[in-house]
C-alpha cells in the first residue's frame, strides 16, 4: 500500500477526515502511528550473542524525522506533506520531546541505540520511562526555576508489551510494567528495542513546581530523572530507582535467555550487558541473586556474570562514581545485601588493598569498583581520560586488571547531527562528493579536496548564514531575543557545571563589556548563547545561570554596548534546540578544566556542522586537534598534567592552586570584582552575585582563573580570525571533513569487535 493512501486511512480511523482536512497536531500523531508501526513490525537482527545496554538515561530527542529517515520514507513524506500545502518542519514542532534523559550520557546513549540499529547488531536498550524528565526550564527574575516537562501523550511512541516483572523490595513488591521504543535500522530492515519500565500506576503531575512525595515509591518511582538527592528520601529514591530497572531487566535478560532455548550456564555465550555508568551497577549483584536462586552455585553464577558485564566510565568526578551506604541496599533490597557482601569477600581476600574494596571502611558500596572487578571490560570514552583513568583514578584497578582496560572514543550519529538538524549543509556536502557518506561518514574526507575552490567554501559561508538567519528567527519567536545574524556566533551549549566552566565565559562577557564601556569596540559584532540547565539542587550552578542572566539583561539595557555584543541564555534547553543551536555556530566552546571532561560529544556535533573548536585540551577535544590539525581549532590553557599536579598540591610551589594568586592579576581581579559592581547589582541578587564572587575569588575549585587570561587572548584571535571569511570557510570544511571518525557508527564497531562480539 502506497504511503498517500496509507496516511488516507489513518486519518480517516482516527479522526474521521482526510489528511488536507487534518490540522498539524493530528497530521503528526498520523505520521507518529505509522512510523511507530512500521518500526514495530520490522524484525530484530538475529546473532548468537544479544546486547543489553543498561542506562539511567536515553536522551532521544523528538523522533519523528531520525525515524523516518532510518525507514527510508523522510523525502517522500516531506513531498507528500507539501502537496498538501504542509511543512514537516512544522509538523514536527507538534512532538513533545520524550523526557527521558538530560546530558551527553543519555544523548550518547541515543546515538548508540541508533547506530548499533544501523549496523544490523542485536542490542536493546534498558531503562526506565519517566513520565516529567528532569525539569522543564523556565527563566523568571533571572533565575532558573523548574517545572515537570510531561511528554506521554494518548498516544506517543511506547509501544506497550503486556510484559510485566515483580520487583522485590523491602518491605513490598512492586509490578514493572514494560513499555518499547522501536529503534530501526538505517539503510537495512531491522529493529531493535529501547525497553523503559514503568510503575503500573503512575502519579499524577506535581501541583507545584517538582515537588512531590519522594517516600510514595510506589507510584513516583518513575515521575522524574534524578530526582533531588538534598535529603535521605531523595538518596533513597535514587537507590529504588536503580533497583527498579536493574532487577526488572535482569528477569528480562533470563526471560528471553531461556526462550532462545539456552540454560542459565549459557548466558555469557549469549548475553552481554553494557553497564552505561555506575547508575545500573547493582545489576551484577541481582543476575548473580536470580541464577543461584534458579539453581546455579554462587560460583557458577559468579562465572558467569563476569564473562557477561562490562562497564563504561563516563566520568572522574567523584559524583558520578556512585557510593551508596550498604544501609540504604538493606532498606531498598535486602536480598542484595548478602551477595555484595560476599563478593566485598572475596574481592578482599584476593586483593586486600583497601583502594579496591567494593565496601569500604564506612560500609559504603562501591559501584565502580564492584563494576571492575565483576566485569570483564572498563572503558574509557576517549584517549586522554583512558589515559588519566589507568595512570591516576583506577590506577589500583589498572595494575589489578590491565587485560581490561581499553579505550571507545565516543561518537554521535550523523544522521541525527547533520543529516536531520542540518539539510542546507547535507544537500551542500551530496553537492560536492555525492552522497555515500550518508552511510559510510569517513567519506567526509574527500571534502580535503575542495580547500581551495572559492565557489565551494563561498557556498559553505552560504549555508552557514542560512542556519544562523533561521536561529534568529526561532529565538525571537520563542524569547523574543533579538540577535544580530552578521555577527559572530560564539555558543556554550551543555550541562550546567562548574567544571564545565561557563563562569569562565561570564569573565570574557564582563571583560568585553568594561573594554566597549571604556571606547575601546571590537573589530566586529559577536553574539554569545549559552544553553544549560542547573540541578535543582545545585546552588553553584544556579548562580552561575542567574549570573549569566543578568549579563543578558545588562547589555541588552545598554546602547552603547548592544551593538557589538549580545548575550541570550536559551530557555529549557534540550535536544530540539541543539538542532537549532549546533548549525548556526561559528565559534564551539569546549572550555572544560583539563582532566575533568571525558569526552564530550557536543565538541563532536559542532565540528560536524562547521563550527571551529575554541577549547581546552580535555576529553575528545586532543582527539580532534590531532585531526583537524593547529590551524583549525584554538585552543588555550593548562595541560591536563599541570592540572592534576595543582590538584595533589605538588605544583608549581608544592601550595597546590591557590585562586587568589590568580585574582590579584592586573587582567583578572576588575572581572571577578565586577560581579559585585553597582551596575550588576542593579539588576541581579546581591547575596547570589556576592556569594558567586567569594567562591570565585576564594575557592574557584574548577580553575577558572587559572585559564581566563589565556582564554580571552585566544578567543580574541579566534574572532579577529574569523574576518577572513575565505580563511574561516576553510577552517570550516577540514572540520566538516575530519567529522566522519566521530561517528557513532565507527564507536559501535570498536564496542563490538572488541567487548560485545555480536556477531
Known amino acids: 500500500m502506497q504511503l498517500k493512501e496509507q496516511l488516507f486511512q489513518t486519518t480517516q480511523a482516527r479522526f474521521g477526515c482526510s489528511p488536507d482536512q487534518c490540522d498539524d497536531h493530528q497530521l503528526y500523531e498520523a505520521l507518529m502511528i505509522l512510523a511507530r508501526n512500521m518500526a514495530q513490525d520490522r524484525p530484530a537482527p538475529a546473532g548468537q550473542r544479544k546486547l543489553y545496554y543498561f542506562s539511567a538515561e536515553f536522551l532521544m530527542g523528538k523522533l519523528l524525522s531520525n525515524n523516518l529517515l532510518a525507514l527510508g520514507l523522510h523525502g517522500e513524506v516531506k513531498e507528500l506533506l507539501a502537496d498538501l500545502g504542509r511543512d514537516l518542519g512544522v509538523i514536527e514542532s507538534m512532538e513533545p520531546e520524550p523526557s527521558l534523559g538530560n546530558g551527553g550520557l543519555g544523548r550518547l546513549a541515543a546515538c548508540f541505540l541508533d547506530s548499533i540499529a544501523a549496523l544490523g547488531l542485536p542490542g536493546d536498550g534498558v531503562g526506565l520511562n519517566y513520565h516529567y524528565g528532569l525539569f522543564r526550564q523556565k527563566f523568571n527574575h533571572s533565575r532558573q526555576t523548574e517545572a515537570p516537562d510531561p511528554w506521554i501523550e494518548t498516544d506517543s511512541w511506547l509501544i506497550p508489551t503486556g510484559v510485566s516483572f515483580d520487583i522485590p523490595f523491602g ?48 507510584h513516583q518511582l518513575t515521575s522524574f530523572l534524578y530526582p533531588d538527592d538534598s535529603d535521605e528520601a531523595g538518596r533513597l529514591l535514587r537507590v529504588y530507582q536503580q533497583y527498579f530497572m536493574v532487577s526488572a531487566g535482569a528477569q528480562l535478560i533470563l526471560s528471553e535467555l531461556e526462550s532462545r532455548g539456552y540454560g542459565l550456564n549459557a548466558l555469557a555465550d549469549h548475553v552481554v550487558v ?100 565483576c566485569g570483564f571490560s572498563v572503558n574509557g570514552v576517549a584517549a586522554l581520560h583512558t589515559e588519566i583513568l589507568k ?11 590491565p587485560e581490561k582496560f581499553n579505550n571507545k572514543t565516543n561518537g554521535v550519529t550523523l544522521r541525527r547531527w547533520l543529516e536531520a538538524c542540518d539539510p ?31 565557489a565551494v567554501l563561498d557556498r559553505l559561508l552560504e549555508v552557514k548564514q542560512h542556519n544562523k538567519n533561521e536561529l534568529c528567527r526561532l529565538l525571537w519567536a520563542a524569547q523574543h531575543i533579538e540577535l544580530d545574524p552578521q555577527s559572530v556566533f560564539d555558543i556554550q551549549v551543555k550541562r550546567l557545571h562548574e567544571y564545565k566552566r561557563q563562569q569562565m565565559n561570564a569573565l570574557y562577557i564582563i571583560r568585553k563589556y568594561l573594554e566597549i564601556k571604556g571606547g575601546k569596540l571590537p573589530e566586529r559584532p559577536v553574539t554569545i548563547l549559552f544553553g544549560a540547565k542547573a540541578a535543582p539542587a545545585y546552588i553553584m550552578a544556579k548562580r552561575i545561570i542567574h549570573l549569566i542572566l543578568c549579563l543578558q539583561k545588562l547589555i541588552d539595557n545598554d546602547p552603547q554596548v548592544r551593538p557589538w555584543m549580545r548575550v541570550a541564555m536559551v530557555e529549557n534547553y534540550n535536544v530540539t534546540w541543539a538542532e537549532r543551536l549546533i548549525p548556526a555556530c561559528d565559534i564551539s566552546e569546549q572550555i572544560s578544566l583539563a582532566s575533568k571532561e571525558a569526552s564530550g560529544t557536543g565538541n563532536m556535533k559542532f565540528m560536524a556542522n562547521g563550527a571551529v573548536t575554541l577549547g581546552t585540551l580535555d576529553g575528545a577535544n586532543v582527539e580532534i ?46 572581572l571577578v570584582d565586577f560581579l559585585v559592581s553597582p551596575e550588576l547589582l542593579a539588576v541581579g541578587d546581591p547575596a547570589e552575585l556576592s556569594a558567586l564572587w567569594k567562591d570565585m575569588k576564594y575557592k574557584d575549585w574548577f580553575m577558572a582563573l587559572l585559564d581566563v587570561e589565556d582564554y580571552i587572548e585566544t578567543k580574541d584571535r579566534c574572532i579577529q580570525e574569523y574576518g577572513d571569511q575565505r580563511g574561516w570557510a576553510k577552517k570550516m570544511l577540514v572540520n566538516i571533513a575530519k567529522s566522519g571518525y566521530f561517528s557513532s557508527d565507527r564507536t559501535i564497531e570498536q564496542y563490538n569487535e572488541d567487548i560485545w562480539r555480536l556477531r
Open 274 to 373: 553494557q553497564i552505561n555508568d555506575t547508575h545500573p551497577s547493582m545489576v551484577i549483584p541481582e543476575l548473580i541473586r536470580l541464577l543461584t536462586d534458579r539453581g546455579l552455585s554462587f560460583d557458577e553464577a559468579f562465572d558467569q556474570v563476569r564473562r557477561t558485564c562490562a562497564y563504561t566510565n563516563h566520568t572522574i568526578l567523584a559524583e558520578a562514581l556512585e557510593k551508596w551506604p550498604l544501609a540504604f541496599i538493606e532498606k531498598v533490597a535486602p536480598q542484595l545485601v548478602p551477595v555484595i557482601q560476599e563478593l566485598d569477600r572475596r574481592m578482599k581476600q584476593a586483593h586486600p588493598d583497601p583502594k579496591v574494596a567494593i565496601v569500604d571502611g564506612q560500609n559504603l558500596v562501591h559501584m565502580a569498583h564492584m563494576d571492575i572487578h
Open 171 to 218: 518491605g513490598f513488591d512492586l509490578k514493572a510494567v514494560l513499555y518499547d521504543i522501536a529503534i530501526p535500522g538505517a539503510g537495512n530492515e531491522y529493529a531493535n528495542r529501547l525497553h523503559l519500565f514503568d510503575v503500573a500506576e503512575p502519579a499524577g503531575q506535581p501541583w507545584v513546581g517538582i515537588d512531590f512525595d519522594k517516600r510514595d515509591i510506589a
Open 391 to 401: 595512570n591516576s583514578e583506577l590506577k589500583p584497578f589498572y595494575d589489578l586488571y
Open 424 to 454: 542546507e549543509l547535507a544537500a551542500f556536502i551530496d553537492d560536492c562528493i555525492g552522497t555515500g557518506w550518508r552511510r559510510d561518514a569517513k567519506q567526509l574526507e574527500k571534502l580535503m579536496d575542495y580547500q581551495k575552490d572559492e
Open 625 to 670: 586537534a590531532q585531526l583537524v590539525g593547529e590551524d583549525n581549532i584554538y585552543t588555550f590553557g593548562q595541560h591536563s598534567d599541570a592540572v592534576i599536579g595543582l590538584y595533589k598540591g605538588s605544583e608549581p610551589d608544592g601550595r597546590g592552586y591557590r585562586p587568589l594568586d590568580y585574582y590579584h592579576r592586573p587582567g583578572v581581579e576588575p
